[in-house]
């Protein structure tokens, strides 16, 4: 069986949409949130393009709240993660993000640092 491939396409009136290839069959999905199944999820063959299925998964109002929300959508069969999506609300989130974006670039220079060094000393 082909590897399967979940694209979003989009995020509209409160629903996440993407496109599913690679199944041999209609896939079965499970959509989780914090580690908790998430009703509502539905998957349709697309009857212009055989083999590919259109997915839906409505997002609940009720799951939402400060902070970062993420969503993972599995193969039932396998538990193989085709795809993930975050929604972020509430606070300006913008401090967080300039403080990971430091963290990483002071990584970055680590590593660079480390990199030349080890060039330096095999040569």
Known sequence: MADMQL???RIQAGVWEGV???AERLPDITVSH???PVTGASVKEDPDNPGQY???VPIPAELLSDGVQTFVISD???NARLASFAIITGQPMDADFRAE????RA???ML???FRRHCVETM
Do not use: Q
């Open 7 to 9: 694209t979003k396409t």
């Open 20 to 22: 599913l290839t690679g």
């Open 34 to 36: 914090l580690s908790e």
């Open 54 to 56: 259109f997915v839906r």
């Open 76 to 78: 039932k069969a396998t």
């Open 101 to 104: 974006m430091d963290l990483l």
């Open 107 to 109: 990584e970055l220079d």
């Open 112 to 114: 660079k640092r480390a």
